[in-house]
């Protein structure tokens, strides 16, 4: 089946640097990727849904300008979390759909630790 | 109030017992449920995709849907410690590719 790859699978940085998440589709265009962040033992929240050659649309409370979201390429989007604080650590997970069946596939997640 | 509920558990049960899943919403509007299994620090698979209401089987699990109720459940039938995990269920309303509305996972022991 269609795989969702994202990388890192984990990360640890400092308060106030900068971390990218790459979420790629492996063997499929995805011209709509979705971003969800999870704490512990909470439910999959929407981020943001990012489209391949245009802006990501944000979901309410979500800071487009901490959150950079690009989608430049139609396997490849990227969540950059700006200045990071330890209230951004968490589990940030991406889907998308693909194309011809119109499935929905997970990534792996990325689980982002800061100190 | 949340869209969609759901227990969190954690729920324990013995190897071979049948397992019960819930989940509620209050939006009308959802059409599509799904159910995904996650195991811990990693992304959730799909398990089962229903349409309005009714029953799906696959294997030893089964999925219903009662839109009258906003209630849907997941059985698992001859549960094995395998399937120690974290349920979800998802919902959308509309057949385009949108994002799901997750409800918050129940975790699942089953003892060998």
């Known amino acids: 089946g269609a795989v969702v790859s994202q990388h890192p699978s984990w990360v640890i940085c400092k308060s106030g640097t900068s971390v990218k998440i790459e979420c790629r589709s492996l063997?499929?265009?995805?011209?709509?990727m979705f971003w969800y962040r999870q704490f512990p033992k909470q439910s999959l929240m929407l981020m943001a849904t990012s489209n391949e050659g245009s802006k990501a649309t944000y979901e309410q409370g979500v800071e487009k300008d901490k959150f950079l979201i690009n989608h430049a390429s139609l396997t490849l989007s990227t969540l950059t979390v700006t200045s990071a604080h330890p209230e951004d650590s968490s589990f940030y997970i991406c889907?998308?759909?693909?194309?011809?069946?119109?499935?929905?596939?997970f990534g792996e997640g990325s689980r982002l630790t800061v100190l | 109030q949340k869209e969609v509920e759901q227990d969190p558990g954690p729920l324990s049960v013995p190897e071979g017992a049948i397992v019960s899943l819930n989940c509620t919403y209050s939006?009308?509007?959802?059409?599509?449920f799904m159910w995904y299994r996650q195991y811990s620090r990693k992304g959730p698979e799909l398990l089962m995709y229903t349409y309005s209401s009714g029953n799906k089987e696959d294997g030893r699990f089964t999925a219903q849907v009662d839109k009258s109720s906003k209630y849907i459940s997941l059985f698992i039938r001859d549960s094995q410690p395998s399937d120690s995990a974290t349920y979800l269920c998802a919902m959308r309303k509309d057949t385009g590719r949108r994002a799901l509305t997750f409800g918050s996972g129940t975790r699942l022991q089953v003892q060998p």
């Open positions: 939006n009308s509007a959802f059409q599509y």
């Open positions: 063997d499929f265009q995805a011209t709509t």
């Open positions: 889907s998308a759909y693909e194309q011809v069946t119109g499935e929905l596939f």
